[in-house]
């Protein structure tokens, strides 16, 4: 009975931290209270029909990882974001991941203290087997949490082909494990070392093709990503120019018209014509506030520039942009980096208040100060709606989410040159976000 608790109990730890493990890299679906409710009924199921499919006695079989690897994978879309192909990845590498540290924990065991006891662990029950299975456990667990730490990255960063040959590595890497293990309990030893030797070569090879496959395929991929982040900029870039241009244009205009407005004004008033004075400058006036003219914030033109184009766009959208900014002439962020910055961010707000129907609720704040060598930024918009779910995860709305995606990840890289940091949250019916900016903490890759 007790060996049968302990069996129960470690499965179902198994199955918890396999299933926390995919909402990690993967996402969750609900909040946190159902989330962690749903997860421990499934974690029961799965490792209850695992129990009763499979022989308790035999700690490692490939009937262990194929069943370990499917069933939760496919229990894991009734809580998890995510694919199919990416729980069952998770899935497999864990259980190759439990046989490595299972083999490790046996055979340093029986090296250093107790002789035969990896085959007692495996092939018996009792003291020895339970004693392991526990320590095993809490070594699992150990190394999640060290995991979860550490692992910077998400299912989503890597592609179907990558897991498709992570999967296919991961099985004959169990594979390799499984035939060693069961060749050190052979009785003909020349056999035995034999498989040993086939076994390590081809978990070497496999370990190396999967490390060189790994390392191209991120550095293409991190090349094609800044290809597109680069073009992406560009057109940016030529966007803002050419609003600017049309903006200056606009100014040179009236300007030009400047004389004749006066010399009608002028017209009107000596013939007392006050109420066609008075409508004349209301048209004028809206025409003006239409197309703005140029303004000066900072007295640094790149940021002049960019907050002219941006507050000309949004009043062309019937969009209310407020700015009140302070920005250091010595600054030694580049141009092109403030550009980035301001101008996603900016657009970012403009494209959410469009959503907005009522043009009255449309508005745009822009806050730039700086003190102590520091340039905080904050801007707030309106939105038509909370843009972060349960989980606090932010979504973006927009059909093209990757142009999304790339804006965001240029501000991050132009943030990480100076140390910066990026915060966005929901306040009081607006969404705000937070930037801050180290003048003199330049990464040393900048310098």
Not at 159 to 167: A, C, E, P
Not at 333 to 345: E, P, R, S, V
Not at 352 to 360: F, Q
Not at 379 to 396: A, G, Q, Y
Request: glycine share 2%.
């Amino acid at each position: 009975m007790i060996n049968f608790c302990i069996e129960t109990g470690v499965t179902i730890c198994e199955e918890i931290v396999l299933l926390s493990l995919i909402e990690f890299l993967c996402g969750k679906k609900y909040g946190k209270l159902k989330q962690t409710g749903i997860k421990i009924i499934v974690a029961i199921a799965v490792a209850a029909f695992i129990i009763w499919m499979n022989n308790t006695v035999s700690l490692f079989s490939f009937l262990t990882l194929i069943i370990g690897s499917f069933i939760p994978a496919f229990a894991a879309k009734l809580f998890c974001s995510g694919k199919f192909i990416q729980f069952m990845s998770i899935s497999i590498m864990y259980f190759l991941a439990i046989t490595i540290v299972d083999i490790l924990i046996l055979f340093i065991t029986e090296y250093f203290f107790i002789q035969n006891f990896a085959e007692t662990a495996l092939t018996t029950t009792g003291l020895e087997r339970n004693s392991f299975i526990i320590f095993s456990k809490i070594m699992l667990v150990s190394l999640y949490f060290i995991f979860t730490k550490l692992f910077k990255y998400k299912a989503k960063d890597f592609s179907t082909k990558m897991l498709i040959f992570l999967d296919c590595s991961s099985v004959l890497y169990y594979v390799c494990l499984n035939v060693v293990l069961e060749s050190i309990f052979s009785d003909n030893i020349t056999t035995a070392k034999n498989s040993i030797i086939v076994s390590l070569l081809f978990m070497i090879v496999f370990l190396v093709s999967s490390i060189i496959f790994i390392k191209r395929y991120s550095d293409e991929k991190q090349r094609r990503n800044n290809y597109k982040m680069a073009e992406y900029q560009k057109d940016i870039l030529e966007k803002n120019y050419l609003s600017l241009n049309e903006m200056y244009k606009t100014n040179a205009r009236n300007m030009h018209d400047y004389r004749n407005h006066v010399l009608t004004l002028q017209g009107l008033i000596h013939n007392k014509k006050y109420d066609n004075a008075e409508k004349y400058l209301d048209e004028l006036y809206t025409e003006i506030n239409k197309d703005r003219l140029v303004r000066t914030y900072t007295g640094v033109e790149i940021v002049d520039a960019v907050l002219n184009v941006k507050v000309n766009d949004a009043a062309r959208n019937n969009i209310n942009m407020d700015v009140n900014a302070s920005y250091p002439n010595d600054s030694r962020i580049k141009q092109t980096d403030i550009c980035a910055i301001l101008g996603n961010l900016i657009d970012n707000a403009i494209e959410a208040c469009l959503k907005i129907d009522d043009e009255r609720m449309r508005l745009v704040l822009v806050r730039i100060s700086y003190s102590n060598n520091i340039v905080f930024i904050k801007i707030k918009n309106s939105v038509l709606s909370n843009p972060f779910d349960e989980t606090m995860t932010l979504e973006t709305t927009k059909e093209d989410k990757q142009a999304h995606g790339l804006g965001l990840t240029i501000v991050k890289n132009a943030l990480e040159k100076y140390s910066g940091d990026l915060s966005q949250s929901f306040i009081d019916d607006m969404f705000v976000t937070e930037v801050i900016l180290y003048c003199n903490n330049i990464t040393d890759s900048e310098k």
